[in-house]
């Protein structure tokens, strides 16, 4: 986890806005309903996305 977060926004300089998930940082988020390191099918249950504070329901990425 922490090679996917920290030390990513570390290379980038960005540690100071995006390294974890506290007040006053920016917050993007996959929120899954499956363990992603039981099964990849976990990443086709997505049941929220926090993009930059902001929560989106699955049915928000519904595609007709």
């Given at each position: 986890?922490?090679?996917?977060?920290?030390?990513?926004?570390?290379?980038?300089?960005?540690d100071?806005?995006?390294?974890?998930?506290?007040?006053?940082k920016?917050?993007?988020?996959?929120?899954?309903?499956?363990?992603?390191?039981?099964?990849?099918?976990?990443?086709?249950?997505?049941?929220?996305?926090?993009?930059?504070?902001?929560?989106?329901?699955?049915?928000?990425?519904?595609?007709?």
């Open positions: 986890m922490a090679s996917a977060t920290i030390r990513n926004a570390r290379v980038l300089g960005l100071k806005k995006l390294d974890s998930v506290a007040v006053g920016i917050a993007n988020l996959v929120v899954l309903n499956d363990n992603p390191l039981k099964t990849v099918e976990a990443y086709n249950n997505i049941d929220q996305v926090i993009l930059q504070g902001k929560v989106y329901g699955r049915e928000a990425f519904v595609v007709n």
